[in-house]
């Protein structure tokens, strides 16, 4: 019997905790299905940018196609779509799914299944992916299969008994697993001749070619010259390209259908008319409903973003507007501050999100930033019934025009070893949280479930919780609405004034502590003046904790060895350019890393 | 105006390494004695023929420990100063040495050689706490060795003293002022301790195992010395010397006065028209250049206007006297009032700067915050 090109296709990810072997293990995929010489190998294929690498965290999904010629003698396409591995990604993550029939699961061999993991298998099972497990890392020397695999059916409730033993490092029966994906993961279904409907799932801004759309077609087929509509914009576009995913590189075909994962260019200008989870269609002959499960995402975090020096406020515009080229989730829109200047309120799916863009304008734009403390979006119900969605504190109305406020809430899923509980229940405690369960994994692993008020998870809540417990905890969260809360907008003056940039809003009962531990940061911070400089937290009018800044008492060498005055002048011009780096706050001048200094207090 | 010039000259050799010394010297290198001392002779010799036009007047042995050279050694850079500069009784001739390192031959071999200045390393009168220092003396050696001096004729003698060292306290430092004012010497100079990034006391700074005084006693402990000495007919007149009317120190009056001098030997600084420069800190490549001038020549600087201004500025201000706005304009031939007027009249707002008619000068604030003041005039 021969297999149509339909039945011959597997499409899978690749699910597992960060550091869980991945990349690693999808890089042996390759190499086994024989498409590279070692040479065209390039270290970890997938993870394409450095700083992904660097944190071993995979942003943005991509895909690759493949040829496997299986053990029956045919020869499989398999497109292996990359799922990004952290709860910030989660709508993406749920649409990389969305393109695949099954997914292989990696868990560690010594560490078990970690929370990231576990939402994301049950992402996967909502999406009725097949799972395969593997348990990976065998060759280490920690390493405990058997219990590994009771964890995967105790926990996720599928069988593992044949779960393959692998080493993706060392090279180990990965075989197995390629035979897995070919007997287990059921073919792509769908009609080639039914009106196209195919699922962005991801898509990268190119400068020549514009938005290359990472598509599944689930019907129809799309080539070249077609005219396509997407339906959630209802914006129309004609196709200049069609293709698939050799690794590392694009290669152009004549179409893709029903079944294919693969990518389309068309003049599109701005990843914003591609969204991901939006379904393309034909034009001229559309089908009557999208795929399910299209939402447009919307940040959950937001900071000010400042240039460290004024003058590269507009380095800064572009770089943002580059960024967004590529990630349709970030958003800005100009702000000013007195104390910062001119910058940008930026909007981030979450704190990771929040990280990376950080860490992508110093590095790769060579920015020196100033950023305010993260804020949620919460809810101002005024008197006269307006309800305002506040993410800059210093725009609260007045207390006087306020009837109520609510926060955003979420529910978190820490696993954790039994020996650290205790620990986190008071961590979860002193954040405001409201237990709701703890179910036992294993007998030395529980998962803990609470919800949190985010705001209350934004600063420091991760440091905490590793601190806390060596690291051995694991972290999930996701939004789950609104609740009303006792808040308050705590203010901190510098010399007494007010400074704009180091104001937030924190529960009642919180502000006093919080209060506190910024006015004893800020006076390590800020370098003693000629004068004596009050610190101080207030709410509205009234002053909650207050530090003091003693005058500078002595700042003089008292030596000029041996007639080297270039030494003496190297240090008073250094001293002369600190100064120049600061930010002039009434006649007191602060650096820039007190600012950066009160986000993390602990 | 320029036709006068001070010479230094560096000795980079020590017994020990004083736990808060980063400077150019070391305590194990005593076979190069010999070899360096030859190649500072020939820069010597070379300086000689480059400085025949100009009138020296000030010359500073310095260290290192001068004194530590072995007779013959310290008699040959002697004898090079003699034969390549016309020495005169009037000069200041200057050598430091360590209380630890003198004896009677070697004041008679430096007051033959018209020495008629000597400067005494002495820092504490507690055994305790020059232990501590990582010195090599006590204040027995201190004391039979000032008075050996005394005996010989040495009648300018400077003493060198270092307060808010670690542990110090308020009355060992005014043990150390009394006994000092007792001994009369001409000259004091009162440092406060610097910790050096790279020097002993540095790196146990940055393991956290150094107790430094805080800036309240640094300056109590300053206040005090100046107090006291100011008191016993010293003069202050620069932030950390004081001195007999008339035995101010010449060598370093030049160089706040922005007159140009010549440094010879390892790492030693020169300014000469117009221009910083510095001689190799690389010993073994300091001996084998065996004194080439051009090839131990390192970070030239010429200086710009600008720069010239603000240096002319914090250097005169470390005087007590402070700065002639007339001098300023005169040598610089420009406006004092348009280029600093503004900031002056901050500083002196501020209580930093005192103007008494034609001069600027640090306030008792200023002191204290003397390096506010001095960036506020660099470029």
């Known amino acids: 019997m021969v297999l149509s090109k339909q039945e011959r296709t597997r499409n899978f990810c690749i699910i597992a905790h960060i550091d869980h072997g991945k990349s690693t293990l999808a890089d042996r995929i390759i190499q086994k299905t024989g498409l590279l010489t070692e040479r065209e190998m390039q270290d970890q294929i997938l993870d394409n940018m450095d700083l992904e690498r660097e944190r071993g965290i995979t942003i943005k999904s991509q895909a690759v196609r493949l040829v496997y010629k299986a053990e029956d003698g045919e020869e499989y396409i398999f497109n292996l779509i990359d799922t990004p591995g952290h709860v910030d990604f989660n709508y993406e993550v749920s649409r990389s799914l969305a393109a695949c029939e099954g997914a292989v699961l990696v868990v560690d061999a010594a560490q078990g299944i970690e929370a990231q993991t576990l939402a994301n298998v049950y992402l996967a099972i909502e999406h009725n992916l097949e799972i395969v497990p593997v348990i990976n890392k065998i060759d280490l020397p920690s390493a405990n299969p058997e219990n590994a695999k009771r964890e995967i059916e105790d926990i996720i409730g599928i069988p593992a008994e044949d779960a393959p033993l692998i080493s993706a490092k060392m090279g180990i029966n990965i075989e197995a697993v390629l035979e897995k994906i070919v007997k287990e993961i059921p073919s792509p279904q769908g009609d080639e001749n039914a009106p196209l409907k195919a ?45 698939v995913f050799g690794p590392g590189q694009f290669i152009v075909t004549n179409e ?17 008319d591609s969204r991901v989870g939006d379904t393309i269609t034909d034009a001229d002959n559309p089908a009557s409903e999208p795929l399910p499960g299209y939402k447009k995402v919307n940040p959950m975090v937001y900071c000010g973003m400042y240039p460290a020096d004024g003058a590269k406020y507009e ?60 804020s949620v979006i919460y809810k101002v119900h005024k008197t006269n019934d307006e309800i305002i969605e506040l993410s800059n504190p210093t725009d609260l109305p007045d207390p006087s025009e306020i009837k109520y406020m609510e926060e955003p809430v979420v529910k978190a899923e820490i696993i954790v070893p039994t020996e650290y509980i205790g620990s986190v229940m008071e961590l979860c405690q002193e954040r405001r949280g409201e237990y709701i369960g703890m179910d036992y994994l294993e007998e030395t692993r529980a998962v ?115 007639g080297d005055i270039t030494r003496k002048k190297k240090l008073l011009e250094k001293q002369k350019e600190g100064k120049k780096r600061m930010r002039q706050i009434g006649s007191v001048e602060v650096p820039q890393s007190a600012f950066m200094s009160v986000l993390k207090l602990e | 105006m320029d036709k006068c010039v001070g010479l230094y000259i560096h000795i980079p050799f020590c017994k020990a390494k004083c736990y808060y010394c980063d400077f150019t010297s070391f305590d194990n290198q005593n076979e190069k004695m010999a070899p360096y001392v030859f190649a500072l002779c020939e820069e010597i010799k070379q300086y000689g023929e480059i400085l025949q036009d100009r009138q020296v007047d000030t010359i500073f042995i310095g260290g290192g420990t001068p004194t530590v050279l072995p007779l013959a050694l310290l008699e040959k850079i002697l004898k090079s100063l003699k034969e390549n500069f016309k020495i005169e009784s009037s000069f200041e001739f200057t050598v430091e040495s360590n209380p630890g390192t003198l004896n009677k031959e070697l004041l008679y071999l430096l007051k033959e050689y018209r020495v008629n200045r000597l400067s005494m390393g002495l820092q504490a009168t507690q055994n305790k706490i020059l232990k501590s220092l990582g010195r090599i003396h006590s204040l027995e050696d201190f004391y039979n060795n000032y008075h050996l001096a005394r005996q010989m004729g040495y009648q300018n003698i400077n003493v060198d003293l270092i307060f808010s060292l670690p542990d110090q306290t308020k009355k060992e430092w005014a043990d150390t002022l009394k006994y000092i004012i007792k001994s009369e010497p001409e000259h004091i100079s009162c440092y406060s301790l610097i910790i050096e990034e790279n020097s002993y006391f540095g790196r146990l700074k940055k393991e956290g195992k150094l107790k430094e005084a805080s800036d309240e006693l640094d300056r109590e402990l300053y206040h005090y010395a100046r107090k006291i000495l100011t008191e016993n007919k010293y003069h202050h007149y620069e932030i950390s010397n004081f001195s007999k009317k008339g035995f101010e120190s010449r060598h370093n009056m030049n160089c706040w006065k922005y007159k140009p001098y010549v440094g010879m030997g390892l ?10 420069y510095h001689n190799s800190y690389n010993l073994d490549k300091y001996i084998q250049s065996q004194g080439k001038i051009e090839s131990i020549k390192e970070e030239i600087e010429s200086i710009p206007l600008t720069m010239q201004y603000g240096e002319y500025i914090f250097l005169g201000l470390r005087l007590t006297e402070g700065i002639s706005i007339k001098d300023f304009e005169s040598q610089f031939n420009i406006s004092f009032h348009a280029l600093f007027g503004e900031k002056v009249k901050k500083l002196i707002e501020e209580g930093l700067l005192i103007k008494k008619q034609d001069r600027i000068q640090l306030s008792l604030k200023g002191l204290d915050l003397a390096n506010i003041v001095f960036a506020e005039f660099l470029p």
């Open chain 1, 256 to 272: 893709l259908t029903a079944g294919d994962v693969g990518y389309i260019t068309a003049s599109i200008k701005n990843v914003k």
């Open chain 2, 267 to 276: 790492g030693a600084h020169s300014f000469i028209n117009g221009q910083r």
């Open chain 1, 448 to 562: 803990l479930t609470y919800h949190l008020p985010l705001n209350e998870i934004i600063y420091d809540f991760f440091d905490a919780l590793k601190s806390r417990t060596r690291g051995y905890a694991s972290f999930d969260y996701e939004l789950i609405g609104y609740q009303e809360s006792d808040l308050v907008k705590l203010d901190i003056l510098v010399n007494r004034e007010v400074v704009d940039a180091l104001s937030f809003i924190v529960h009642k009962d919180k502000a006093y502590e919080r209060g506190r531990k910024i006015a004893e940061k800020l006076k390590q911070e800020i370098p003693r003046h000629l004068f004596e400089i009050p610190i101080q937290a207030a709410i509205g009018n009234k002053i909650i904790a207050r530090e003091t800044i003693s005058a500078l008492r002595k700042d003089v060498l008292a030596k000029c060895y041996g």
């Open chain 1, 199 to 243: 699922l962005i799932f991801d898509s990268v801004y190119d400068s020549y070619k514009g938005v290359i759309a990472f598509i599944r077609i689930k019907e129809g087929k799309i080539k070249k010259d077609m005219r396509i509509r997407m339906m959630s914009t209802g914006k129309e576009f004609e196709v200049n390209e069609v293709g």
């Open chain 1, 315 to 374: 380095d800064l515009r572009e770089a943002l507007e580059k960024l967004q080229l590529n990630d349709a989730a970030l958003v800005f829109e100009p702000e000013n501050s007195v104390a910062l200047g001119f910058g940008f309120r930026c909007g981030f799916l979450g704190l990771l999100h929040m990280e990376i863009i950080q860490e992508r304008l110093e590095r790769e734009y060579n920015l020196d930033l100033v950023t305010t403390a993260p």
